[in-house]
């Protein structure tokens, strides 16, 4: 079985090392990866917020992204899981936003993406999308191989910019 709770320990500590916040809109995952991150004490120190936006009823009440912003675009692709990051980061005013959109399974979705594909985005001082295909059609399966694939992402980005702010030690000359 898939442990999410490793990679929300180490999310929660580059964000408190960094008073920096985090909000999350999951599709797909139907809240795990939230719940992973609200597992971690002390969360309310970066965690602002999330939202299922497993509908478009939801997406438009919760969200409120205008139809007009979906023109030509169809959830499970990586401009609308980008939308989706985009949105609810600025909704809550967070320094980073995280974002999935797939189908689970057992089948695919109405699109014509078989079960176990996923698209995620994170949103923030770095930005990045990316589609995964697990191969798997189990549901729960998926849904916590997505969250772990979102927080493995959003992991990724924050060592990245981790790694761009350290600056490296002089050397000490006499």
């Known amino acids: 079985m898939i442990t999410l709770y490793p990679f929300a320990e180490r999310i929660a500590a580059h964000l408190k090392a960094r008073s920096q916040t985090l909000a ?32 478009a009823k939801a997406r438009e009440t919760l969200l409120q992204i205008p139809a007009p912003a979906m023109q030509g675009m169809r959830a499970s692709t990586e401009p609308y ?17 995280l974002a999935e959109s797939g189908a689970a399974g057992p089948v695919g979705n109405r699109y014509g993406d078989a079960a176990g594909h996923v ?7 770095v930005e990045s999308a990316v589609t995964f295909e697990t191969g798997l059609v189990a549901r729960s399966e998926n849904m916590r191989s997505f969250a772990a694939l979102a927080l493995g992402r959003l992991l990724h980005a924050l060592e990245d910019t981790h790694q761009e702010t350290r600056r490296p030690v002089s050397p000490v000359r006499s």
């Open 119 to 125: 698209c995620i985005a994170v949103a923030g001082p």
């Open 81 to 97: 899981a980008r939308l989706l990051a985009a949105t609810v980061g600025e909704r809550c005013g967070a320094d980073w936003a």
């Open 24 to 55: 999350v809109a999951e599709a797909s995952c139907g809240g795990l990866i939230s719940a992973a991150l609200l597992a971690v004490p002390g969360a309310s120190a970066y965690y602002l917020g999330g939202v299922v936006v497993y509908t």
